[in-house]
T-cell receptor
Framework: DAGITQSPRHKVTETGTPVTLRCHQT?????MYWYRQDPGHGLRLIHY???????DKGEVSDGYSVSRSKTEDFLLTLESATSSQTSVYFC?????????????FGPGTRLTVT | DAKTTQPNSMESNEEEPVHLPCNHS???????IHWYRQLPSQGPEYVIH???SNVNNRMASLAIAEDRKSSTLILHRATLRDAAVYYC?????????????FGKGTHLIIQP
């Protein structure tokens, strides 16, 4: 499982409140990602990181910010949660091989915004 | 980015082979073809990948068309644990670690 944990695993919050999701990895991987998955859809990339303090936006980054102050932790923050951000959030790392890479995913965080 | 087309769903019987097709006619010459699957209530997991040649690993086989416009993931003997959504994803070769672009995948149903 590449040593990936996510916390919390479930959260219910109210519209307008800030929310931070944490992804923790234990194997010193350089690349980390946040995806969201909505019913009937595949995963969509929110933000990713290619090193400490190096992050970039993905396909659906509006309303989200990220931080990576340590190699092992990648935080996803919803500054003011909205109902459209109700989703399952997956963190992932890349294990880079010689000419390709494999991604390993965490167990997911189910977020409900009421 | 290369587009992929997969059947929405497929059904098979336990202990029979399953062939999951993927069309990726716009794939570039340096893109690898990766397959991931997502078991119920879990994150996706890597299954297999290839560039031009057919590939085998402990989970599955990947057959790539000679023109690289399509590929087929083969589960040789499906079990109930193989029931999942299977995603075919072109991945840029040459290093780096881009995010993956998931389509809707194929929902594989295994009947006992």
């Amino acid at each position: 499982d590449a040593g990936i944990t996510q916390s919390p695993r479930h959260k219910v919050t109210e519209t307008g409140t800030p929310v931070t999701l944490r992804c923790h990895q234990t194997e010193n991987h350089r690349y980390m990602y946040w995806y969201r998955q909505d019913p009937g859809h595949g995963l969509r990339l929110i933000h990713y990181s290619y090193g400490v303090k190096d992050t970039d936006k993905g396909e659906v980054s509006d309303g989200y910010s990220v931080s990576r102050s340590k190699t092992e932790d990648f935080l996803l923050t919803l500054e003011s949660a909205t109902s459209s951000q109700t989703s399952v959030y997956f963190c992932a790392i890349s294990e880079v091989r010689l000419d390709y890479y494999e991604q390993y995913f965490g167990p997911g965080t189910r977020l409900t915004v009421t | 980015d290369a587009k992929t087309t997969q059947p929405n769903s497929m059904e098979s019987n336990e202990e029979e082979p399953v062939h999951l097709p993927c069309n990726h006619s716009t794939i570039s010459g340096t893109d690898y073809i990766h397959w991931y699957r997502q078991l119920p209530s879990q994150g996706p997991e890597y299954v297999i990948h290839g560039l031009t040649s057919n590939v085998n690993n402990r989970m599955a086989s990947l057959a790539i068309a000679e023109d690289r416009k399509s590929s087929t993931l083969i589960l040789h003997r499906a079990t109930l644990r193989d029931a999942a959504v299977y995603y075919c994803i072109p991945v840029r070769g040459g290093g780096g670690a881009d995010g993956l672009t998931f389509g809707k995948g194929t929902h594989l149903i295994i009947q006992p």
